[in-house]
């Protein structure tokens, strides 16, 4: 490739907008770090982050639920999806109380690993919803839950990264 031109920048929509900056350095700092071999190409990873970004632009939805959304998505991708709705370690499909980040999401009462998150069932619906591209459940989601679902999911992928995002602690939650 030896020139490109831009058709839509989405970033000219949020140069100005904190929240949203920081979210996109999040998305754009995620997929860098999920592409491990420069030049080999990942479609799928590229139109979710295209896809995110354009969200971003848009303004339809609050930039951590964005965020989030991308992140849980991006996980999928890598093959790192935390598990929702059966236990990560045993299978048993269901709703299960406990979050282990090392198990690989939720956990039932049989497998759950000492220092498990015990989050709201809000907060895992959330998460699924994101997941699943629900915006209807998103969008309407308390900010404690919120709260949460972006703590499990920064804790999940890090855990996964080996290693800390440094965008991710200069994203407003809330």
Do not use: N
């Not at 299978?91 to 690993?113: E, I, L, M, Y």
């Amino acid at each position: 490739m030896s020139q490109v031109e831009g058709i839509e920048l989405y970033g000219k929509r949020f140069l100005d907008d904190y929240p949203r900056y920081t979210a996109a350095s999040a998305i754009a700092e995620t997929a860098e770090r999920l592409t491990p071999v420069e030049l080999e190409p990942s479609l799928r990873l590229f139109l979710l982050t295209l896809g995110a970004l354009r969200a971003l632009a848009e303004g339809a939805h609050a930039s951590t639920l964005i965020l989030d959304a991308y992140l849980l998505r991006s996980m999928s991708v890598a093959g790192w999806a935390p598990a929702l709705a059966e236990c990560a370690v045993c299978g048993t499909p269901g709703r299960h109380g406990a979050f282990s980040v090392p198990a690989g999401g939720c956990v039932c009462p049989d497998c759950r690993p000492p220092g498990s998150a015990h989050p709201a069932p809000a907060t895992i619906d959330l998460m699924s919803a994101l997941t699943s591209g629900d915006w209807r459940v998103a969008d309407s989601a308390e900010v404690a839950c919120r709260r949460e679902c972006s703590g499990l999911v920064a804790a999940h992928l890090q855990w996964h990264l080996e290693r800390a995002l440094r965008s991710l602690p200069l994203v407003e939650r809330g």
